[in-house]
């Protein structure tokens, strides 16, 4: 009889229900497809053993490198290429993003790279909003944007880099999960840009995600061995009705269970994998996020092997692009060559291999009384969230 019972086998199921095994709790994971892992998933496109879904994981909180330490993937841990990504706008060429900005937002609305996309007059106008004392914070990012500095930096710059991040809108977004000291440093120094400013600077050196050699999908099969190994019972293709018939404690890591899961929004990936040599000097370093109403329809495009140097060793002198959607296209090859040639100004007559999977995130949601819940839906989106609230979730049932 387990002692704990986890509905969904994803990486916030598995880590939950791993805390809790190797402290000698007898838990059972009931996975209702084939496969552990939900959307931290491997493919191959043109024979290279690829990520499928996420690729990389925000290093801030450090919940994520202490649990790859402990799995014994530290040293596998890997930095992206140096250089800022670009911004497509809604008209003209792409930009470089602003330097020094956090979710988009700028320290200095009136920086040289800042002026570049949001033009002079929305620059003078965003800095004179951020003078006027703060007030009351709002509960979410976007009204916070557009309060603070004006709805051009708010569409043109943070929109863009909060859809690309979170796949939501900055209206969407609570601040906290925007940056969880973001509202007292706001507080603190009476501006948004000077608390951008003072988050920026605290922050460690370095970039602020890192990924895994050869695919974060490898910290599933590692999170599954460690929890049998520490005598976890993992059982796929086994769908749950009725949480109260589950022995134990039960822990719910799949939407839906607890009752009607909220819309969630679609995620299509496409990749490409292409032979064309004046991708060699990344025209648009590692990849571009998309202005809503540009002339494209990806959201976002990933260079993947001018961002992992492994992942270029593994491709050998083809090119790896990850072209994201927030609705499927009729003909997602065609449409994703032609959105990547429009992006990084260089023609790609020869594509090796085409690959589409999509996905559904769940839309955020509070767990009903009573019933512990891990994941997304509650979490936010991103590994490091993920993994940091369902360590936190275990550590509280054991100290019950």
Same mark, same amino acid.
């Given at each position: 009889?387990?002692?704990?019972?986890?509905? %969904?086998?994803?990486?916030?199921?598995?880590?939950?229900?791993?805390?809790?095994?190797?402290?000698?709790?007898?838990?059972?994971?009931?996975?209702?497809?084939?496969?552990?892992?939900?959307?931290?998933?491997?493919?191959?496109?043109?024979?290279?053993?690829?990520?499928?879904?996420?690729?990389?994981?925000?290093?801030?909180?450090?919940?994520?490198?202490?649990?790859?330490?402990?799995?014994?993937?530290?040293?596998?841990?890997?930095?992206?290429?140096?250089?800022?990504?670009?911004?497509?706008?809604?008209?003209? +060429?792409?930009?470089?993003?602003?330097?020094?900005?956090?979710?988009?937002?700028?320290?200095?609305?009136?920086?040289?790279?800042?002026?570049?996309?949001?033009?002079?007059?929305?620059?003078?106008?965003?800095?004179?909003?951020?003078?006027?004392?703060?007030?009351?914070?709002?509960?979410? +990012?976007?009204?916070?944007?557009?309060?603070?500095?004006?709805?051009?930096?708010?569409?043109?710059?943070?929109?863009?880099?909060?859809?690309?991040?979170?796949?939501?809108?900055?209206?969407?977004?609570?601040?906290?999960?925007?940056?969880?000291?973001?509202?007292?440093?706001?507080?603190?120094?009476?501006?948004?840009?000077?608390?951008?400013?003072?988050?920026?600077?605290?922050?460690?050196?370095?970039?602020?995600?890192? %990924?895994?050699? %050869?695919?974060?999908?490898?910290?599933?099969?590692?999170?599954?061995?460690?929890?049998?190994?520490?005598?976890?019972?993992?059982?796929?293709?086994?769908?749950?009705?009725?949480?109260?018939?589950?022995?134990?404690?039960?822990?719910?890591?799949?939407?839906?269970?607890?009752?009607?899961?909220?819309?969630?929004?679609?995620?299509?990936?496409?990749?490409?994998?292409?032979?064309? /040599?004046? +991708?060699?000097?990344?025209?648009? %370093?590692?990849?571009?996020?998309?202005?809503?109403?540009?002339?494209?329809?990806?959201?976002? !495009?990933?260079?993947?092997?001018?961002?992992?140097?492994?992942?270029? /060793?593994?491709?050998?002198?083809?090119?790896?692009?990850?072209?994201?959607?927030?609705?499927?296209?009729?003909?997602?090859?065609?449409?994703?060559?032609?959105?990547?040639?429009?992006?990084?100004?260089?023609?790609?007559?020869?594509?090796? /291999?085409?690959?589409?999977?999509?996905?559904?995130?769940?839309?955020?949601?509070?767990?009903?009384?009573?019933?512990?819940?891990?994941?997304?839906?509650?979490?936010?989106?991103?590994?490091?969230?993920?993994?940091?609230?369902?360590?936190?979730?275990?550590?509280?049932? !054991?100290?019950?």
């Amino acid at each position: 009889m387990a002692d704990f019972s986890v509905i %969904g086998g994803g990486v916030a199921g598995l880590v939950v229900a791993r805390r809790l095994a190797a402290s000698g709790a007898r838990v059972t994971v009931f996975e209702a497809s084939g496969r552990l892992g939900g959307t931290v998933a491997r493919h191959e496109v043109a024979g290279i053993a690829m990520d499928a879904g996420a690729e990389s994981f925000a290093v801030r909180g450090g919940a994520v490198a202490a649990l790859l330490d402990e799995l014994g993937l530290a040293g596998d841990i890997v930095q992206p290429a140096p250089g800022p990504a670009w911004l497509q706008p809604v008209s003209g +060429l792409p930009v470089p993003l602003p330097a020094t900005a956090l979710l988009g937002i700028p320290a200095d609305p009136l920086a040289d790279d800042v002026v570049r996309v949001i033009g002079p007059a929305a620059a003078d106008r965003a800095a004179a909003l951020d003078s006027a004392p703060v007030g009351d914070i709002p509960a979410t +990012l976007g009204p916070l944007v557009r309060r603070r500095f004006g709805d051009e930096v708010l569409d043109r710059l943070v929109a863009p880099v909060v859809h690309g991040v979170h796949s939501h809108h900055p209206d969407d977004l609570p601040i906290e999960r925007a940056h969880p000291r973001l509202r007292d440093a706001i507080i603190e120094t009476g501006a948004l840009g000077s608390a951008v400013a003072r988050l920026r600077a605290a922050a460690p050196p370095g970039a602020a995600v890192a %990924g895994i050699r %050869g695919g974060i999908h490898r910290v599933v099969p590692a999170l599954a061995e460690d929890l049998q190994r520490h005598g976890g019972d993992i059982r796929l293709h086994a769908r749950v009705d009725d949480p109260a018939a589950l022995d134990g404690t039960v822990v719910v890591a799949a939407p839906g269970v607890t009752g009607p899961a909220a819309a969630g929004r679609r995620i299509d990936l496409v990749t490409l994998v292409v032979e064309q /040599d004046e +991708l060699d000097a990344a025209p648009r %370093g590692t990849g571009l996020l998309v202005a809503q109403g540009a002339p494209v329809r990806a959201r976002a !495009l990933t260079h993947a092997t001018a961002k992992w140097t492994w992942l270029r /060793d593994a491709a050998a002198g083809r090119h790896v692009l990850r072209l994201s959607y927030d609705s499927t296209p009729s003909e997602p090859a065609a449409a994703a060559r032609a959105d990547a040639q429009a992006l990084l100004g260089v023609a790609l007559p020869v594509v090796v /291999d085409v690959a589409h999977v999509s996905w559904t995130r769940p839309a955020p949601a509070a767990a009903p009384d009573g019933a512990t819940v891990v994941g997304e839906a509650v979490a936010g989106s991103g590994l490091a969230g993920i993994v940091a609230h369902a360590e936190r979730t275990a550590a509280a049932l !054991l100290a019950r």
